[in-house]
């Protein structure tokens, strides 16, 4: 009330919560994988995660921080979400092969972790250290 306005000035805002975008600034070599082959998921802070409908790379780097635009286009009703607030993304940048082991199954001898491997007949202690 009782405000100035201007030629182009916005008079009001606002947001749809149906279309909600994240944008994330990459490093260079991130983006080129990304690019390639995209696994992204966008972590929410509930610890759940979203996989976004569409992924759309910015055709520029930053030259102060060597970095480019990465926006990500959520799914609708994500009724938990709003502008500005902060989110985790995250990037598959590669795959290893590992062999996982409960943390149950390691025995701890002193300094030494070991982990008990069962053959047919007679049980290995296996060290790693």
């Known amino acids: 009330m ?4 201007q030629l182009g000035m916005p008079l009001i805002s606002g947001f749809d919560p149906d279309s909600l ?3 994330v600034e990459l490093p260079q070599s991130i983006a080129a994988i990304a690019r390639s082959k995209p ?3 966008v972590v929410l802070n ?3 995660s979203v996989l976004p409908m569409k992924t759309t790379f910015f055709p520029i780097a930053d030259a ?3 970095t ?4 990500l286009q959520l799914p609708q009703a994500q009724q938990s979400l709003y502008p500005g607030q902060l989110v ?3 990037v598959q940048v590669g795959d290893r092969e590992r062999l996982l082991v409960l943390a149950t199954s390691i025995v701890y001898r002193s300094e030494v972790a070991g982990v008990y491997v ?3 007949e007679k049980m290995v202690l296996t060290i790693e250290s």
Request: positive net charge; proline residues 0%; glycine residues 16%.
């Open 39 to 41: 696994t992204i998921r």
């Open 2 to 5: 009782g405000e100035a306005v």
């Open 64 to 66: 102060g921080t060597g």
């Open 46 to 48: 509930n610890g759940a």
């Open 88 to 90: 985790k993304v995250a």
């Open 68 to 71: 480019v635009r990465m926006r």
């Open 21 to 23: 975008r994240v944008f």
């Open 118 to 120: 069962i053959h047919s």
